[in-house]
């Protein structure tokens, strides 16, 4: 079973610009998470989307969105980039959120690399 | 506050060492509690998961243990590795309605010398 997929794994931007990263889940998993993590902060919970629809929201401004299409891949756009925003960003499925085991798997993270 | 504390926040030791990470955390209502361990610019991979009724889990070298009356857990890595060599994440699941909220921890890096 493949694991999950992250693209692009690499990505310079220039501040201003705007940036899509894409997460291919776990196949049968229907939640997916994003998380950005910088060596400053850790891991920092942006959302999770289950069935297409956001359940959950961090505190990250309204230039992080999300959206979740109808076969469980989702996508993660940042709009008018700022250098902050340079770091891992890691998605993670789960196949059922409901369970108290909420276990979760990451993919390998795209880089983001704002100048 | 919901806060969960790692110790130290880095380590060195020698391979073939043995080491104990620590974490503790203010998290309620207390779901399950898991270990994670991130390579250098890879996704963290899951070691141990423990809900409040386990006090101990093992995979590998690799040893957990929880005790949820003080809210504690420790990660306890026998034989040090090379391939050890990582950060070391403890995440807290709290109980939010039917689904579960993490709350992550900042981290331990460990660094295995030969």
């Known amino acids: 079973k493949a694991g999950v997929t992250q693209t692009p794994r690499y990505l310079i931007k220039t501040r201003g610009q705007q940036v899509t990263l894409s997460c291919s889940p776990i196949?049968?998993?229907?939640?997916v998470s994003w998380y950005q993590q910088t060596p400053g902060q850790g891991l920092q919970f942006l959302f999770e989307?289950?069935?297409?629809?956001?359940?959950n929201k961090g505190n990250f401004p309204g230039r992080f969105s999300g959206r979740q299409f109808s076969n469980s891949r989702s996508e993660m756009n940042v709009s008018t980039l700022e250098l902050g925003d340079s770091a891992l960003y890691l998605c993670?499925?789960?196949?059922?959120?409901?369970?108290?085991?909420?276990?979760?798997?990451f993919g390998p993270g795209t880089r983001l690399t704002v100048t | 506050k919901n806060q969960v504390e790692q110790s130290p926040q880095s380590l060195i030791i020698l391979e073939g060492k043995n080491c104990t990470l620590q974490c503790n955390y203010t998290v309620s209502p207390f779901s399950n509690l898991r270990w994670y361990k991130q390579d250098t610019g890879r996704g963290p991979v899951s070691l141990t998961i423990?809900?409040?009724?386990?006090n101990t889990k093992s995979n590998g070298r690799y040893t957990a243990t929880l005790d949820a009356d003080t809210k504690q857990s420790s990660l306890h890595i026998t034989a040090s590795q090379l391939s050890d060599s990582a950060s070391y994440i403890c995440?807290?699941?709290?109980?939010?309605?039917?689904?579960?909220?993490?709350?992550f921890g900042q981290g331990t890096t460990l660094q295995v010398k030969p």
């Open positions: 196949s049968g998993h229907r939640s």
């Open positions: 989307y289950f069935s297409e629809t956001q359940r």
């Open positions: 995440v807290v699941i709290r109980t939010s309605g039917n689904t579960g909220k993490l709350i």
């Open positions: 993670a499925s789960s196949y059922d959120p409901g369970t108290r085991s909420y276990e979760q798997y």
């Open positions: 423990m809900t409040f009724s386990e």
